[in-house]
């Protein structure tokens, strides 16, 4: 059985930093795209963060670049998301997901796996 499982989530302040972690089990994790999509309360999803297999290529929506970095390590099967700089508008249920093959459009969420979220909430 695959899970996914975020954590990492919390509570900050204004400018303040977070790491999100997702650790993948029952899956070859390394062979998975990986990303990170949030949601606001009542809106729709919204596309954070994606990454390769290996690493080595990332991407991020312009509302984070800059201020998010995303990163994995294939041996413990995990998924970070360092969120620094953190802003209000950052506020959200984040989760990660898992694709056998990459998924340009960043408004589909055609993801194989999703985790079941950690919440994030930025004070003013």
């Known amino acids: 059985q695959v899970q996914l499982v975020e954590s990492g989530g919390g509570l900050a302040q204004t400018g303040g930093s977070l790491r999100l972690s997702c650790v993948g089990s029952?899956?070859?994790?390394?062979?998975?795209?990986m990303y990170w999509v949030r949601q606001v309360p009542g809106k729709g999803l919204e596309w954070v963060s994606g990454?390769?297999?290996?690493?080595?290529?990332?991407s991020y929506a312009d509302s984070v670049k800059g201020r998010f970095t995303v990163s994995r390590d294939n041996a413990k099967n995990t998924l970070y998301l360092q969120m620094n700089s953190l802003k209000p508008e950052d506020t959200a249920l984040y989760y990660c997901?898992?694709?056998?093959?990459?998924?340009?459009?960043?408004?589909?969420?055609?993801?194989?796996?999703w985790g079941q979220g950690t919440q994030v909430t930025v004070s003013k």
């Open positions: 997901a898992g694709s056998r093959r990459p998924v340009p459009n960043q408004k589909s969420f055609e993801y194989d796996y």
């Open positions: 990454i390769n297999t290996e690493g080595g290529t990332t």
């Open positions: 029952g899956m070859t994790f390394s062979i998975y795209w």
